[in-house]
């Protein structure tokens, strides 16, 4: 099975669409991408959390519940800081939670899946899936 990892801003969209109750591009998205797995880096998971009072918000849990939750392991900090470093001395630097969440998708040979493609397209070899 193919699998892909999320950005933050799916996850947003995709539960501002379950609240207003809207097929959108979210759910789109992921209904003709069903056979797909589905990863989660740890910071986009705790990006996303910031949006609710607590980690147990039902909400919360019936969206990330889905999603296989990465951690931040050596070889992805390995990751973020050879690729910080590039884009550092390229002029290119993009923030530190894209960066993570990107490092996470490189080192894990996943596409991440996206409605903000333009900092992640700074980054080589990066596979992006916009929605």
Avoid at 55 to 84: C, H, K, L, M, N
Wanted: glycine share 6%; aromatic share 10%.
């Amino acid at each position: 099975m193919e699998s892909l990892t999320f950005d933050t801003t799916f996850l947003i969209d995709f539960q501002r669409e379950r609240k207003q109750r809207k097929h959108g591009r979210a759910h789109v998205f992921l209904e003709t991408h069903r056979d797909k797995g589905a990863y989660l880096s740890v910071i986009a998971y705790g990006e996303y959390a910031e949006g609710f009072n607590s980690a147990d918000d039902p909400a919360f849990v019936s969206v990330v519940e889905s999603f296989e939750i990465v951690p931040v392991s050596r070889r992805i900090a390995a990751r973020y800081g050879q690729t910080a470093r590039a884009l550092r001395t390229d002029g290119r630097l993009i923030g530190a939670n894209d960066l993570w969440i990107a490092a996470t998708a490189l080192e894990c040979g996943l596409p991440i899946v996206t409605a903000n493609a333009d900092p992640f397209r700074r980054i080589p070899g990066l596979v992006i899936l916009q929605y």
